[in-house]
């Protein structure tokens, strides 16, 4: 099909005037309004020192807003309480957008993935393990060897079945996905109980992994990212959240994970987060 300059420039324009239609419909307000835990790292924090805070403020500076918080737990009753949360005698909500969620989860709408992580082996170095370089290796421990094993189990977890599979159990330490201390995660509890001599080791999701060694002394810790296996799931895509019915803005969060694909990787390597593809190989960092 063939367009005359001028016939082009209309189009041109008319694209433009769409695109910036669809912005300003999805961005409506004084600011870009956040879900967020106040106390979760390596997510998100008040302080703004999590992985997605600097996601958002990247999401802020793209679209031109500064970035306001809702806090809650990001436990039972989050979602409620925050995406689906209506401000007292108005249309408005509390936030609209949860900065991390599962891809396809219920609840929210989900954008496309903006990474793929997986669990991951952790253990401290220079205790004893640090000829493990493969989840082979940890199942081939002889039993003097796996006697002397402090290592974590969570519930609710991909790691529990493997761990049962592989005859681990007698040898793991119970603990909850979720804390009974809403100031205290489970990523802070595992870094200090491992930085303590409580723990070795655990298989864990891939950020928390990565904050234990950025949170630590280069050295300080081993990650062996885990490959799914047959009926096991290690591997999952991670999106940003929306209300169901919020089509533009999930569109507007779509095309910053594109356009920004390189900004939102920096900051997620900055972090050690393991970026892996769908079989769980590890990604090569940018320019490799």
């Not at 020192?49 to 999401?59: C, M, R, S, T, V």
């Not at 393990?129 to 189990?153: F, G, H, N, Q, T």
């Amino acid at each position: 099909m063939l367009f005359t300059l001028k016939a082009w420039g209309r189009l041109t324009f008319g694209l433009l005037a769409l695109s910036f239609a669809v912005s300003a419909s999805a961005w409506e307000g004084a600011a870009v309004k956040v879900c967020a835990d106040p106390n979760n790292p390596p997510y998100t924090d008040r302080k703004g020192q999590g992985f997605e805070n600097k996601i958002a403020e990247l999401l802020g500076k793209t679209v031109g807003k500064p970035v306001e918080y809702t806090w809650f737990p990001q436990r039972i009753g989050f979602i409620r309480n925050t995406l689906k949360a209506q401000l007292p005698d108005s249309d408005e909500y509390k936030c609209d957008v949860v900065m991390g969620w599962p891809t396809g989860a219920e609840m929210a709408a989900t954008t496309q993935p903006y990474y793929r992580s997986t669990y991951a082996l952790v253990y401290a170095t220079k205790r004893g393990w640090d000829d493990i370089r493969s989840a082979e290796d940890l199942v081939k421990l002889p039993a003097d060897r796996r006697a002397k094993l402090k290592l974590a189990m969570f519930d609710n977890s991909p790691a529990t079945t493997w761990l049962l599979n592989h005859g681990f159990v007698d040898h793991a330490i119970p603990y909850q996905t979720m804390t009974g201390d809403a100031t205290k995660n489970t990523t802070m509890v595992l870094n200090e109980d491992m930085k303590s001599g409580k723990l070795d080791m655990a298989i864990i999701w891939g950020p928390i992994a990565g904050y234990l060694q950025h949170a630590s002394k280069p050295g300080s810790f081993q990650v062996i990212p885990m490959p799914n296996e047959e009926g096991l799931q290690f591997v999952f895509p991670i999106s940003m959240g929306v209300r169901v019915p919020d089509k533009a803005r999930k569109q507007e969060l779509d095309r910053f994970i594109e356009e920004k694909a390189a900004d939102i990787e920096s900051v997620l390597r900055e972090f050690k987060v393991p970026l892996v593809d769908k079989e769980g190989h590890l990604l090569p960092a940018a320019g490799r």
